[in-house]
């Protein structure tokens, strides 16, 4: 069933997860699926629905600050960057609270759990109804392109799902940046919030990124971190400086590259090489290009600065041979 946003498809929406039910519904970010944190069986079915893998984390989704304090622990610094970006696209990884309701699955039985409160009003709509934690991973089939419309939610899971609330196409277009709150805060996952911004909250810098998880068995401390990710069916190179023929280019900028004639289709993120564009764009684009089939995507450089960190982030496990 597909729904359009609205007072109505809230409620329905807080029905179906209540009675364990799996809700497609968009944030800022891209389109989440939302099962109750609190019900095992329910993240059970969102993983098998998804064919995520069973290790790797789950986001929560709150509705506001005193839920997340129900569910998580937060120092002085997870407070203040709470307080500076929620509602927003930033995840918290926190330590549990005490009895913390949110099911051992959806932390991948880690002590830590991973806690966002999103601005879009149709995800707040629906936290506010339901009332509790919502885990909400992106909506799409695990590794493939992640959703920015409810179109691209119905391709991946129509038949496996309940209910798709239909609100249009998503502002950010890049997941949540993920900072986990340890003894010296770091950097998980470049996202929709750039890493200066937080760094200038926080009043120090954040430690980088782990590496790279090596292989897809390894247990990631945070969602989305597994070495291949994000991924179109199609084969990504990446810092494209040429295109071969038979392949599609994801452009950015107003340069042109040899061979582009060849290319059998070229969307460009941002003609004007603007990263916020590009973000917006990311998933969306390499959907349309994948569907082409092409030999391959080739992808223009893209700058490692502001959201350009998390775009590149995403292009590089979407690149991970598979």
Avoid at 106 to 123: E, F, K, S, W, Y
Avoid at 215 to 226: E, I, W, Y
Avoid at 252 to 267: H, I, K, N, T, Y
């Amino acid at each position: 069933m597909i729904l359009p946003a609205g007072h109505a498809a809230a409620e329905a929406a807080a029905r179906r997860l209540a009675a364990g039910g799996l809700v497609a519904f968009p944030t800022e970010t891209v389109y989440g699926l939302g099962a109750d944190a609190a019900n095992a069986a329910a993240v059970a079915h969102l993983y098998a629905a998804k064919g995520r893998p069973a290790f790797n984390p789950l986001i929560a989704h709150v509705a506001d600050l005193a839920a997340a304090q129900a569910i998580g622990w937060f120092d002085a610094r997870a407070l203040r960057l709470a307080e500076a970006f929620w509602p927003g696209p930033l995840t918290l990884v926190v330590p549990k609270t005490d009895g913390c309701p949110v099911a051992d699955l959806a932390t991948a039985g880690l002590d830590t759990v991973a806690i966002r409160i999103p601005a879009h009003p149709v995800a707040q709509a629906i936290l506010h109804a339901f009332g509790g934690a919502v885990v909400a991973p992106s909506a799409n089939f695990s590794g493939h392109v992640s959703p920015t419309l409810a179109a691209h939610v119905e391709s991946d899971l129509a038949g496996r799902i309940d209910l798709i609330v239909d609100g249009g196409p998503v502002e950010v277009g890049v997941e949540s940046t993920i900072v986990g709150c340890f003894d010296k805060p770091r950097l998980l996952r470049p996202g929709g919030l750039s890493r200066e911004r937080i760094e200038a909250v926080l009043g120090l810098p954040l430690l980088r990124p782990p590496a790279e998880a090596e292989s897809d068995n390894s247990q990631p401390r945070a969602p989305g971190m597994l070495a291949s990710h994000y991924a179109p069916r199609a084969s990504v190179r990446l810092d494209a400086r040429d295109v071969a023929p038979g392949e599609a280019l994801l452009a950015f900028g107003p340069a042109r590259l040899p061979g582009l004639d060849a290319a059998s289709a070229v969307m460009n993120l941002s003609p004007s090489g603007d990263l916020d564009e590009a973000a917006a764009n990311l998933f969306g684009y390499l959907r349309a290009l994948d569907a082409k089939t092409p030999k391959a995507i080739a992808v223009m450089t893209i700058p490692e600065q502001d959201l350009g960190e998390a775009i590149n982030d995403r292009l590089r496990r979407a690149a991970v041979a598979r």
